[in-house]
């Protein structure tokens, strides 16, 4: 079995928001992260958030049950509701990265599964 490095163990931990690496940091024991390393911090931590995932599904859902009363699909009196949502779904795809607001990608979400 081989034995890491001391600066291996510290670099391995970095977390940006602890006092404490960026003191060992200023000493030059451990590196700047990469923006990689900083990418899946975020992800990790985003996606490990109990109060994030809580949040997120509650939106999903409640936006779910508005896209549901505004196109209402299954309606059998409302005949254009259907075709009235993929002519919407089309438009959103259209939308550029700037254009897209939470509402358009959450419904994008929801009619992608």
Sequence with gaps: MRIKKFNQHINEAYDPNDEKYSKLRSLGLTDEP??????????D?????QEIMRLTQALKRRTGDLVDKWFP???PNDSTAEEHLDDYFDM?????????GMLEYLVIQKLNG
Excluded: H, N
Excluded at 34 to 43: M, P, S
Excluded at 45 to 49: L, R, T
Excluded at 92 to 100: I, K, P, R, T, V
């Design 34 to 43: 990469d923006v990689q390393e900083r990418i899946e911090g975020l992800q």
């Design 92 to 100: 959103l795809g259209e939308l550029s990265a700037d254009e897209l």
């Design 73 to 75: 699909t299954d309606d």
């Design 45 to 49: 931590e985003w996606s490990d958030d």
